[in-house]
């Protein structure tokens, strides 16, 4: 009696899978890789390294530009300088075009990127006497929000900045330590800058 194998090929375009790594480099947004005919225009998150570049996933799907970068409650942006473990698959797309995914299972901030986005060193600083950060009466006049970071990447606190609203944000209950904020206007990144609190 004679045995017959019977090999299928996958229909998916996944070329290789490798074992996880951990790969350090900047965020970036990387072109939608086409895979239905006719191709959907888009900009995912992806991780530009020295080597490579990865369309970044989570739980197997792309993350997409229009949404955010969340993994354990912290937010990551564009050119934050990152570290992340995780596994990667090459695929082709519909035009044979090699592109690599990266699936995330940890990521953490190597830097804070401050330097990004120019700003006065006068719209915002930190009154140590009072143990308060001081917002100046310019930005009052815009509907903004602000935000202040830890050195992990965490947002610890987020208050709603216009007119009417107070100036100053009490910290005093805060560590003393190196904190980024930022001030967003309808998700827009307005200025950003580091605040030293010690006391």
């Known amino acids: 009696m004679k045995t017959i194998s019977i090999f299928f090929i996958s229909a998916l375009m996944c070329l290789n899978i490798y074992g996880q790594s951990t790969y350090s480099g900047k965020i970036i947004y990387i072109s939608n890789p086409c895979q239905t005919e006719p191709c959907m225009p888009g900009i995912v998150f992806g991780l530009e390294t020295t080597t490579n570049n990865f369309v970044l996933t989570m739980d197997s799907n ?16 564009l050119d934050d300088e990152v570290e ?21 299972k940890t990521i953490k901030k190597l830097t804070l990127n401050v330097e990004s986005v120019s700003f006065s060193n006068n ?17 009052q006049n815009k ?3 602000f935000e202040l970071v830890d050195i992990q990447g965490k947002v610890i606190l987020r208050r709603r900045i216009g007119v009417g609203n107070n100036s100053s944000i009490c910290v005093a209950n805060l560590s003393d330590g190196i904190y980024l904020y930022r001030l967003l206007q309808k998700s827009q990144t307005l200025c950003a800058g ?4 010690n006391n």
């Open 62 to 77: 792309w993350i997409w530009s229009n949404n955010k970068l969340f993994v354990e409650n912290v937010e990551y942006f």
């Open 84 to 104: 992340i473990t995780g596994t990667t698959t090459t695929k082709q797309d519909i035009n044979s075009n090699e592109y690599t995914e990266l699936e995330i």
């Open 123 to 139: 719209e915002v600083y930190y009154d140590a006497t009072k143990q308060v950060i001081v917002i100046d009466e310019i930005l």
């Open 143 to 145: 509907s903004i929000t």
């Open 194 to 197: 580091k605040i030293i609190k």
